[in-house]
């Protein structure tokens, strides 16, 4: 009976996939899995680290400790397992496999970060520390030898400790420490890097760390540090651009952008027009917040972002607005500093509107958001709580981005990707990237964005923030139990490669063993 029931069962699903076949997607998946829209040649597929995720030699070799590194070694249960990133996957020693790894991915670029203290231990350019200055010209050198484009980010977390003890980004002189930094970067490796982005996901960066205790700094400043991160990073990140703007890019002719993220927001009922302002205000507080001074003709804060904050403010009693205000000068500035719109891209909520909920602090940026958000339970979770999977997501936020900020620069998806509990047939990683993957080509040929890049996160299991190591990410496995940190691919590794090869997806590619992983 049972098995008779799910014969019958899968009938009814193989029908109705041949019902989707035939009627909407007849044009974009040939009979035999084939996408028949494909990626430019000149689309930049890469895959992404970070460099404290993945280098470990946390004090060696003259470098200075990150915030990261100083916290976990005070505080070592604030990673879910109890770990740190003294190790990691061991990269500084091993970047030439991660580099064999890469070729055999076929990728042509390769986004990755420097960590900060390893260059300028104190945080500071009275000191360079050349050790750390070889080691990132040694990698450069391997990338250019293996027909690897590099693609840095500046600043991916890991804040020099000496910096954070002035308070990290809540410091408005981290604007010229982080100019300064990035003089240094540009100046040592500038002939070598022509793609940069300044800085990773200011959102997560401030929110996380600034306005909640979920990252380090766990500085707990809700709804008033958040903002004073955000609103430094802003200026730093402005102030870099111009610096090689001006004084670099005429003779290093590179690009130079900024990445944020965001995870789309639905309205949690599309007939409710409260669910409906409700998500506009969360990509608004999520993404406008960073993304508007940057990417809009006028430059600045979102109006709705600024109001609602404002507001509440004045409501609260605060003598002035928690979200600090930029000088016309300062607008100025920051308006039109990216040659790119980088996006990170993992997940989607449901959103609804809320004065209140459980857990929320007053103030803060939840608090001034005012959203709910939720996932649908149908949406498979195979990782960590927060990840779910909503392909239609990638699609939709690429068009929000578009349809608020136009088209004058390239969109690239700097990070994307999912976790899971491990193992090497990760059925649902490779679905995941063709259905994510399937969904940005919808956006540029069906949609007609302008999307020119795509980077997977990440090329090997890492140090997962406060997940410790307990999530995993990569295309290739890594044996944390082995002294060596063994890699090996997984079955999405030689599925991203065959993406790469072909420029088209095959979701025949790799065989499912069920057909839940199938469905577009
Ligand atoms: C991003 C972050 C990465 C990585 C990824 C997966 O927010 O930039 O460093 O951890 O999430 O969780």
């Known amino acids: 009976m049972q098995s008779l029931s799910r014969v019958a069962h899968v009938a009814i699903l193989a029908c109705f996939s041949l019902m989707f076949i035939t009627k909407g997607v007849s044009t974009l998946v040939s009979k035999n899995g084939l996408s028949n829209y494909s990626f430019p040649d000149k689309f930049m597929f890469g895959v992404a680290t970070a460099a404290f995720q993945i280098e470990g030699a946390w004090n060696e070799d003259g470098k200075g400790e990150s915030m990261w590194d100083t916290y976990l070694h005070k ?24 580099i064999i790894m890469l070729q055999s991915l076929g990728v042509k670029y390769y986004r990755m970060s420097i960590s900060w203290p390893r260059i300028l231990p104190n945080g500071t350019d009275h000191y ?4 750390g200055v070889r080691y990132y010209r040694k990698i450069f050198q391997e990338l250019i030898k293996a027909k690897i484009t590099p693609v840095v980010t ?66 707990q400043s809700h709804g008033i540090g958040v903002y004073l991160c955000s609103h430094y990073m802003l200026l730093g990140h402005a102030r870099a651009y111009h610096l090689y703007d001006k004084e670099f890019r005429p003779k290093q002719k590179g690009k130079i952008g900024l990445t944020l993220d965001v995870f789309y927001a639905e309205p949690k009922d599309s007939n409710n027009k409260e669910d409906v302002e409700a998500a506009e205000r969360y990509l608004q507080m999520h993404l406008g917040l960073y993304a508007h001074p940057v990417y809009s003709k006028e430059g600045d804060y979102p109006a709705l972002v600024r109001e609602r904050i404002d507001n509440m403010s004045r409501t609260q009693g605060y003598p002035r607005s928690r979200l600090p205000v930029f000088t016309p000068e300062e607008v100025e500035m920051v308006r039109g500093t990216s040659d790119f719109f980088g996006i990170n891209h993992y997940t989607t909520v449901l959103a609804s509107a809320s004065s209140m ?121 890594v044996d944390f139990n082995h002294p060596e940190r063994k890699r090996t691919p997984k079955l999405s590794a030689l599925n991203y490669r065959e993406i790469l090869r072909t420029r088209r997806i095959n979701f025949n590619y790799i065989k499912m063993p069920s057909y839940k992983y199938n469905n577009l």
């Open 128 to 131: 360079i520390n050349k050790a």
């Open 75 to 98: 505080h070592p249960n604030f990673t879910v397992d109890h770990t740190n990133g003294d190790l990691a996957t061991d990269s500084y020693h091993k970047y030439k496999q991660d």
């Open 154 to 219: 500046l600043f991916h977390w890991d804040l020099p400790t000496a910096l954070m003890d002035l308070g990290g980004w809540t410091n408005p002189k981290m604007v010229d420490y982080f100019e300064d930094y990035a003089r240094v970067v540009f100046s040592l490796f500038g002939d070598m890097v022509k793609t940069w982005t300044t800085m990773n996901e200011l959102h997560v960066h401030c929110y996380n760390g600034y306005d909640l205790n979920a990252f380090v700094p766990a500085m």
């Open 357 to 477: 909920e459980p857990g929320w602090l007053v103030p803060s940026l939840d608090h001034d958001a005012g959203v709910k958000s939720e996932q649908d339970p149908k949406w498979p979770i195979p990782g960590a709580f927060w990840l779910a999977v909503y392909p239609p997501g990638l699609r939709k936020i690429v068009n929000w981005i578009t349809n608020n900020y136009g088209t004058r620069v390239p969109i690239i998806i700097t990070e994307n990707g999912v976790c899971d509990s491990g193992g090497l047939n990760d059925y649902e990683r490779v679905s995941y990237y063709n259905k994510y993957l399937y969904q940005l080509l919808l956006a540029m040929h069906e949609d007609g964005c302008r999307v020119e890049g795509y980077f997977a996160w990440t090329l090997m299991d890492d140090f997962e923030w406060s997940d410790g190591y307990t999530v995993k990410f990569g295309l290739f496995h």
